[in-house]
C-alpha cells in the first residue's frame, strides 16, 4: 500500500479519481486549494486507487492521509 498525504494545509478543492480507479504514474487524483492556488495531487507511481480518505470541501493540515494506492 502506498500513501499520499497532504504537504500543506488546504482545502479539498475537487476530487477526480474514484476508489478502484487504474491510474497511472503523474494522474491527478484531487485537487487542493491553498492561498487561491489549486495544487494538484498526483499518483506517485502506476496502481489502483484503494480508498480516497477525503471529501470535496474538506479542510486538511500537512501530513493528512489523502489516498491510499494499490500495486
Do not use: F, Y
Not at 482545502?11 to 492556488?37: F, N, Y
Amino acid at each position: 500500500m502506498n500513501e499520499i498525504a497532504a504537504d500543506c494545509a488546504a482545502t479539498v478543492w475537487k476530487v477526480v479519481a474514484a476508489p478502484g480507479d487504474q491510474v497511472r504514474e503523474g494522474d491527478v487524483l484531487l485537487i487542493l486549494e491553498s492561498m487561491k492556488m489549486e495544487i494538484p495531487i498526483e499518483a506517485e507511481d502506476d496502481g489502483v486507487v484503494a480508498e480516497i480518505h477525503v471529501g470535496e470541501g474538506a479542510v486538511v493540515a500537512d501530513g493528512d492521509l489523502l489516498v491510499t494506492m494499490e500495486g
